[in-house]
């Protein structure tokens, strides 16, 4: 019978984790060369967030398919919309207006945010990756059009029941494997399955919490992952992969670390992950390249002062936006999971 999924309480603090290095990294990488120090290279490193992102996807929306609160294509899909799309077109308006209020400093026309409608088209449907404008608006949006992806194939395997769900799941990995080994040369741009097993060695993590039968598909899934990772020599998929066996690792002890003040701290992060990944770009991203014309010699206080300008605006924007489409009963983790 469906059974409410336990929650993992610290995969909150994992996402505001995954938020801030990100934006750390976004903030840090206009002014600090590689090799410059040591601290600069730990932030240079901050890309990798995303790739904690993907896993933590993978438990999330499995928990979502696994609730008996949302076990139909509809409900599942327009919670996923809901809780997806209406802040990501926000953030869209919150870009181009800063861009437009930045022109006169940048020395810009109105004539660089014009596009043509089939790429405001793309823009607003999360399918940048396929129309070949990945980096339109705002640079982050490219990791949300495989979540899109990921959801939609999900849903879809409500479809199966949950006899066929998990066979259809390990052979969509399977698929994927061979779809990133680099002698496969069609590889369309943008596909879910070029970072499909970064977001299902987390679902692996889910069933493997699970237990019983469940354990030998969630162990197929690892295995599936450290093949990828041999095969197709990408460090992104070793990311996640070693962080699903980190989760899976520290699950016993999820309690008392979820309990511990760094990881509060970072919880209280996490709840607002999805807005701050979102709006750091053109918030800490134009602060910081404010600050460093007048400041050009502090550069931790300008990278400093472009994420805490992120943070705040971030907590703003989940207030007045986010905030209106979280469900009002969320389910466990999957109703606040964020790309």
């Avoid at 061979?178 to 040369?185: K, V």
């Amino acid at each position: 019978m469906p059974h409410e999924p336990a929650r993992y309480r610290s995969l909150d603090a994992a996402r505001g984790l995954a938020a801030l290095a990100v934006a750390a990294f976004h903030a840090v990488s206009p002014l600090v060369e590689p090799g410059a120090s040591r601290l600069g290279d730990v932030l240079l490193h901050g890309w990798a967030g995303v790739y904690l992102f993907f896993p933590i996807s993978g438990y999330c929306i499995l928990a979502a398919v696994e609730s008996p609160r949302a076990r139909t294509l509809g409900r599942f899909l327009a919670r996923r919309w809901r809780r997806i799309f209406p802040p990501y077109w926000a953030s869209i308006a919150l870009a181009v207006g800063v861009a437009l209020a930045a022109l006169p400093w940048n020395h810009g026309t109105i004539a660089e945010l014009v596009k043509p409608p089939w790429q405001w088209l793309a823009i607003a449907t999360l399918t940048q990756l396929l129309a070949r404008v990945p980096h339109d608006v705002n640079v982050v949006y490219w990791s949300l059009t495989y979540e899109e992806q990921f959801y939609l194939v999900m849903a879809a395997s409500l479809l199966l029941g949950p006899r066929a769900r998990r066979p259809a799941l390990l052979a969509l990995s399977i698929a994927s494997v061979a779809y990133r080994l680099p002698a496969n040369a069609l590889r369309p741009p943008g596909l879910f399955l070029d970072r499909w097993m970064e977001f299902a060695v987390g679902m692996a993590v889910f069933d493997f919490a699970e237990g019983g039968a469940r354990r030998a598909w969630a162990t197929a899934l690892l295995a599936l992952g450290a093949a990828t990772v041999a095969l197709a020599h990408d460090r992104q998929m070793a990311i996640s992969l070693a962080v699903a066996l980190a989760l899976i690792a520290l699950r016993p002890v999820d309690e008392r670390l979820a309990a511990t003040r760094t990881m509060r701290s970072l919880g209280r992060l996490g709840a607002i992950s999805y807005s701050l990944y979102l709006v750091h770009v053109p918030i800490g991203g134009r602060v910081v390249n404010l600050l460093r014309r007048a400041l050009p010699t502090s550069v931790w206080l300008v990278a400093g002062a472009g994420v805490a300008a992120s943070v705040l605006v971030a907590i703003a924007f989940h207030h007045f936006v986010e905030r209106r489409f979280l469900d009002a009963r969320p389910e466990p983790e999957a109703a606040r999971a964020a790309a």
